[in-house]
């Protein structure tokens, strides 16, 4: 009730400040700069809480603390309070010129100035310098406001280098400030730290907490990446049921939304059991209101069994889809799909019969494979994100290389076709089968390479 009431009487302050009139300017200057940053934190909150119309709010508050905290003498920083909101403005994402010119003119203790060094090397990309400049400094020992916020960057700081130490720093923040800003975004990096580490369980309880509190933040597109990446390489480790449980807490949109992309990864990356959960997921819907018929749900739930002994009813499943409604990408991997299936249940192809050569007139292969390995690229479509150029490229340079490392002998009396190059070099044991075989998995492996590069 208390904490509402402050924040409403800080509204109504920032309504006035944020009028055209010429009191604006004189009610401003008459704050204390711990006042106005502390008017941008409750803002901050409640952006995080969801309240996305405050974002402007927020951008005239950070353009006022700076003008405040630039016209601030020594004498407004012998206030202790304003000293840290200076600090608490800085990583709260200020100008960082702004924050280093107050400093000069402030005299405060050497912890004080060791925290202010550490917060300027941070803003200005020095992540080395800012470490040791704050690796002595507790979080917990500080001002709840200050540490919570100290906390966090020293967990951004050393999430790559020392992750277990990012996540107690991290678990410190969202204690000092719980229903913050700083808590929404000590937990969205917690998500994405318990991955690299392969901490289910730890991904698991970061995940409930997020979208318990946060599902609403600006910020949780960041978090629905980390989340689905997360799936995917923990996907050994977390129950269907636990994922289940995570996004019932979702409205209907976001967690199909959530399932979708799931069943997208799961299918590139072959896991054939997920992308069936995700995609039913995703179809089944909530309060009656199913997605049966979602294009993306039937594609992704398709991909995984496209070289199965079922190859029939999935080719009539790609053929209901509805190309309209899929994004570029999604239309890139539909046509991939169909290209792999057609070569599935393609008849194999027969050798042409080998025709003795004299010796002399032995032609050589490099250009004929070549323009195999060429057309094999070409006749695959792009992919969303994939740089097809790089699969394409690697193919033809490593193509015309494999005569040179045994090249056909002078006096050899046959000559196999290109088609044949990756099948037994005896043309008396070469079927015709194992040749049709063999060139479906040529192009299986490049689509894979080619589906790997998509974004994730």
């Known amino acids: 009730m208390k904490r509402a009431a402050l924040t409403s009487r800080m509204m109504a302050l920032l309504l006035l400040l944020a009028t055209a009139s010429p009191s604006a300017g004189l009610a401003q200057d008459a704050l204390q700069p711990y006042q106005l940053v502390r008017s941008l934190q409750l803002v901050q909150d409640r952006i995080a809480a969801g309240d996305h119309a405050a974002m402007p709010m927020q951008a005239k508050l950070l353009e006022m603390t700076d003008a405040r905290l630039r016209a601030a003498d020594a004498e407004d920083f012998k206030d202790a309070k304003n000293f840290r909101a200076l600090l608490v403005y800085g990583m709260s994402g200020g100008n960082p010129v702004t924050v280093e010119a107050a400093v000069s003119r402030a005299a405060s203790d050497p912890q004080n100035l060791a925290i202010a060094k550490g917060v300027i090397d941070y803003l200005n990309g020095r992540p080395g310098e800012a470490i040791e400049a704050l690796r002595p400094i507790d979080p917990m020992t500080l001002p709840g406001d200050l540490g919570a916020f100290l906390a966090l960057v020293k967990g951004s700081l050393l999430a790559t280098d020392q992750p277990a130490a990012a996540l107690t720093l991290l678990d410190e923040a969202k204690l000092l400030s719980p229903g913050t800003l700083v808590e929404e975004a000590a937990l969205r990096r917690s998500v994405g730290i318990a991955v690299t580490q392969g901490d289910a369980a730890r991904f698991a309880l970061a995940s409930t907490q997020y979208v318990e509190r946060y599902l609403y933040s600006p910020y949780a597109s960041q978090f629905a990446d980390s989340f689905v990446s997360g799936v995917i390489a923990l996907h050994m480790s977390i129950s269907q049921d636990k994922l289940a449980d995570i996004t019932s807490m979702m409205d209907p949109e976001r967690e199909k939304v959530i399932y979708l992309r799931i069943a997208r990864r799961a299918a590139i990356d072959g896991m054939s059991d997920l992308s069936a959960f995700a995609s039913a997921r995703a179809e089944q819907g909530r309060d009656g209101n199913t997605n049966q018929g979602d294009p993306r749900a039937l594609l992704y739930s398709s991909l995984s069994t496209v070289t199965s ?56 292969p490099e250009p004929e494979i070549a323009a195999a390995s060429t057309t094999d690229a070409a006749g695959l479509p792009p992919v969303e994100g994939a740089v097809s150029e790089k699969p394409a490229m690697a193919l033809q340079a490593a193509a015309p290389a494999a005569p040179n490392v045994s090249a056909p002998a002078t006096d050899a009396a046959t000559v196999l076709p290109a088609s044949a190059a990756a099948v037994a070099a005896s043309a008396d044991t070469t079927d015709p089968t194992d040749a049709a075989m063999t060139k479906t998995r040529r192009q299986l492996d490049l689509i894979d390479q080619m589906l790997g590069a998509a974004p994730k």
């Open 309 to 364: 002994d079922t190859i029939e009813d999935v080719r009539t499943k790609f053929g209901k889809i509805d190309r309209g409604k899929l994004s570029d990408g999604d239309r890139a991997l539909l046509d991939a799909a169909q290209a792999i299936a057609g070569e599935v249940v393609a008849p194999p192809a027969s050798l042409p019969v080998a025709n003795p050569a004299p010796a002399s007139v032995v032609p050589s």
